[in-house]
C-alpha cells in the first residue's frame, strides 16, 4: 500500500475517531487516505483551532487528540497549541507535512526546521523518512502522548515519503501499568497525617484522573480531613462539604488562612507549571509529596516525605491505612470554610451594570447543571472563576493556569461539545482572547454545535490593566475597539444576543443554554474594583477570622 495508507492504519489502530486539521498540499495523500477510512475529518478556520480542539479532546478522553497541517506557516501555527497541550498535560499529537526530502525543485520556500522548532514545546518530535518506519514513528508518538505525565507529540512527513509503497503493518499498543508507592513510604505518610493535629489536603493537576478522584473522595469521606485545590485541580474532588476553596490568588485569601492553620500539608499531584499554592518558607509545617514523580525542591518546596507512584493506589493505600485520630482539630478549618463561603454568596447581591464579576460567577453557576462544562479563555474573569465558581465534578471548569494563553476559549468549548454532543457547554472569553480565534464561530456553526459564547466585552485588556494598576502605573495602552459582536456572530450564522442590563443576564443564559445552535453573547463586564477587592479587601476579611 501506500504509506499515506499505511499512516491512517496506524491512526485507526491507536482508535483515532477524529482529526482536526487545516491541510496543505503536501499532505493530501494523506486527507485522501483519510477519505476512505473510518477518521472523521474536522476542517477549522486555523491552525490554532485545530490545535486547541485537539488539546482539549486529550484533556477529557485521556487518548490523544491529533491535528494536521501542512508545513512552513501551518506547522508555526501549531507551536502555541503544542505548548498548551505539554504544559497543560494533555495528550496531543500533532502532524505536519513537508516538502519532497529526497528531491525537490523548489529550493527553500517554506521551508523552516520545524523538527527543531518542535523540540522545546514537545516531548517528542521526529521527521518519517522512510514509509518503512511510520509504524513504529506512529506508536511511540502516542505512547510519548499518553505516559504520565501526558503531552505534545509531533511527526513531521514529507510528501514523497507519503507515496512510497511500503508492506510495513501497524504496531498494536502495548499494556503498561504504572510502578506503585512503596510500602515503606506510604507508611510514613499515614505515621504523619495521624500524628498531625491539623491536617489538610491539597489537590493538584496530576490528580485529574478518574481513579485518583475517586479515591480521593474516598479518602475525604472516610477521614473528613478538609481539602483545597489548585487551579487545574478544580472538581478532582466535588466542592461540597470539606472544601477549603481555591488558590487563585498567590496570598491573602481565605484559602490562606487554612493553610497557614495547618501543621501538614498532603500535596497530591501538584504540577510546578501551575504556581505555588503555598510557600514553605519557614519549614514549620510537614509537606507531604504524593505524584507519579519525585519532588523538584527549589527555596520554596522541599517536602520531608514524598510517596512516589501512581497517585491512585497510593490514596488508596493511605485510606485503607489510616485511622481517624481524635486529637485532629478541625475547628478553625470549619471558621475559614463558613467566612469564605458567606463571602462567596455575597457576590450574588451586586446588580450594578456593567455586570460585576463576582455577580457574573453566579449568573454561570446558577444557569449550569451539575455536568455542564465551561471553557475559559484568559483573563482578569479567570481568577474569579477559579475562585468562585464551585464545581462538583472533575473537567466541568476548563482553564489553563499553565500556558494560560489567549485565544483557547471558544475552540476548546468546541472541543469539549464533540466529546459530550449531549452536555450544555459555555465558552467564557474576554473581548481581547475571543477576536484571536474568533473565525472558529464559522466550525462550530458549520458543524451543526448547540454551543454558547459568552463575551465580557471592557473593550480593553482587562488583565493587564489590572497589573498596571497593581504596579502603580498610569492607566495607558490597553484600550481597542471591538466590533458590532451581535452583528458580527450573526454574519457566520449564529444568533447574537446582547446584555443590557444585569438582570436579563440570567434568563439569557438559561435560553440560550436550552436553544438549538450557536449562541452568542455580548456582556459589558466592569473590572474597576478589582486591583482593591482582589489585592486588598479579600485579605482584609480573611484576617478577621479568628483560628
Known amino acids: 500500500m501506500k504509506s499515506a495508507e499505511l499512516f491512517v492504519k496506524c491512526l485507526e489502530a491507536e482508535g483515532v475517531e477524529q482529526i482536526f486539521a487545516v491541510p496543505g498540499e503536501e499532505n493530501l495523500d494523506l486527507v485522501e487516505a483519510l477519505r476512505e477510512s473510518s477518521i472523521k475529518l474536522i476542517v477549522t478556520r486555523h491552525e490554532q483551532g485545530a490545535g486547541f480542539m485537539a488539546a482539549c479532546y486529550g484533556r477529557l478522553t485521556g487518548k490523544p487528540g491529533v491535528c494536521l497541517s501542512t508545513l512552513g506557516p501551518g506547522a508555526t501555527n501549531l507551536v502555541t497549541p503544542a505548548a498548551y497541550a505539554e504544559l497543560g498535560a494533555m495528550p496531543m499529537v500533532m502532524i505536519t507535512g513537508q516538502k519532497p526530502i529526497k528531491t525537490s525543485k523548489q529550493g527553500h520556500f517554506q521551508i523552516v526546521d520545524v523538527v527543531d522548532l518542535m523540540r522545546p514545546v514537545t516531548r517528542y518530535t521526529r521527521q518519517v523518512v522512510s514509509g518503512e518506519t511510520i509504524p513504529a514513528r506512529v506508536r511511540e508518538a502516542f505512547r510519548r502522548a499518553e505516559e504520565e505525565r501526558p503531552g505534545a507529540t509531533h511527526l513531521e512527513v514529507p510528501e514523497d515519503i507519503l507515496r512510497e509503497t511500503v508492506k510495513a503493518r501497524p504496531i498494536e499498543a502495548s499494556q503498561t501499568r504504572r510502578p506503585v508507592a512503596e510500602d515503606k513510604a506510604v507508611a510514613r505518610a499515614v505515621a504523619a497525617m495521624e500524628q498531625a493535629r491539623r491536617p489538610l489536603l491539597m489537590v493538584g493537576a496530576g490528580a485529574n484522573r478518574k481513579m485518583t478522584s475517586r479515591m480521593l473522595r474516598q479518602l475525604v469521606d472516610k477521614t473528613a480531613i478538609p481539602f483545597f485545590s489548585t487551579q487545574m485541580g478544580k472538581g478532582v474532588v466535588g466542592e461540597t462539604d ?46 507531604i509529596h504524593i505524584n507519579f514523580s519525585s519532588a523538584a525542591v527549589d527555596p520554596v518546596y522541599f517536602p520531608q516525605i514524598e510517596v512516589v507512584g501512581d497517585i491512585a493506589n497510593a490514596i488508596w493505600q493511605i485510606s485503607e491505612r489510616i485511622e481517624v485520630q481524635k486529637h485532629w482539630d478541625f475547628a478553625g478549618f470549619h471558621r475559614v470554610r463558613s467566612a469564605m463561603l458567606e463571602d462567596l454568596e455575597s457576590g450574588r447581591r451586586i446588580d450594578s451594570f456593567p455586570v460585576h464579576p463576582r455577580r457574573l460567577v453566579h449568573a454561570v453557576r446558577d444557569a449550569m447543571p451539575e455536568d455542564g462544562i465551561v471553557s475559559l479563555d484568559n483573563g482578569l474573569y479567570k481568577v474569579w472563576f477559579a475562585r468562585n465558581y464551585r464545581t462538583t465534578r472533575p473537567n466541568t471548569l476548563l482553564l489553563d493556569n499553565a500556558l494560560a494563553t489567549m485565544g483557547a476559549g471558544l475552540p476548546v468549548a468546541m472541543g469539549a461539545r464533540l466529546v459530550h454532543p449531549e452536555g450544555k457547554i459555555v465558552a467564557i472569553c474576554g473581548d481581547g482572547g475571543f477576536m484571536m480565534n474568533s473565525q472558529e464561530l464559522e466550525t462550530a456553526v458549520r458543524l451543526n454545535m448547540n454551543l454558547v459564547v459568552l463575551i465580557l466585552r471592557d473593550d480593553a485588556y482587562g488583565m493587564i490593566r489590572w497589573k498596571q494598576k497593581d504596579m502603580e502605573l498610569p492607566d495607558f495602552g490597553m484600550d481597542f475597539g471591538n466590533p458590532d459582536f451581535v452583528r458580527y456572530a450573526e454574519s457566520y450564522g449564529a444568533h447574537g444576543h446582547r446584555v443590557e442590563a444585569t438582570d436579563q443576564l440570567d434568563t439569557l443564559l438559561q435560553s440560550c443554554l436550552n436553544s438549538p445552535g450557536v449562541h452568542l453573547i455580548d456582556c459589558p463586564i466592569d473590572y474597576s474594583d478589582s486591583q482593591e477587592e482582589l489585592m486588598q479587601r479579600i485579605g482584609e476579611r480573611a484576617a478577621k477570622i479568628e483560628i
Open 242 to 287: 470539606c472544601w477549603m476553596g481555591t488558590a487563585a490568588l498567590s496570598d491573602g485569601d481565605f484559602v490562606h488562612r487554612a493553610i497557614e492553620y495547618a501543621d501538614c500539608i498532603i500535596n497530591v499531584g501538584h504540577d510546578v507549571v501551575e504556581k505555588p499554592p503555598f510557600l514553605m518558607r519557614d519549614g514549620k509545617r510537614t509537606v
